[in-house]
């Protein structure tokens, strides 16, 4: 994600990016804006990175190690999707 994707609440998926080409607004909770504001300054362009590139993949051990972490246990990838989806719902978003 980088520094510039990021418009007050939201954050853009870029066009290059998403399958229909077209900039997509992803809701950030309140939570997402703080940590995102804690990593500005940090870096020159990209949001997030490790080793001072952006973040391009996220391995299931630093996952596993993550999850681990903040004791989430019987955790699937498809989750995240019915999270995401939940957090739309509970914000407004319109089904159709």
């Known amino acids: 994600m980088k520094l510039h994707n990021l418009v007050k609440r939201h954050a ?4 290059s990016q998403s399958k229909t080409k077209r900039a997509i607004p992803v809701p950030l909770s309140m ?16 949001v997030f990175t490790y ?5 391009k993949q996220c391995n299931t051990a630093a996952w596993k190690k ?4 903040a004791k989430i246990e019987d955790f699937h990838w498809h989750d995240l999707r019915h ?4 957090w739309h719902i509970q914000n407004g978003t319109s089904l159709s």
């Open 12 to 15: 853009f998926v870029a066009a």
């Open 83 to 86: 999270t995401w989806a939940s």
């Open 66 to 69: 993550a999850l681990k972490r």
């Open 31 to 46: 939570e997402a804006i703080e940590i995102i504001r804690r990593q500005i300054g940090k870096h020159m362009e990209f």
């Open 51 to 55: 080793q001072g590139e952006p973040v």
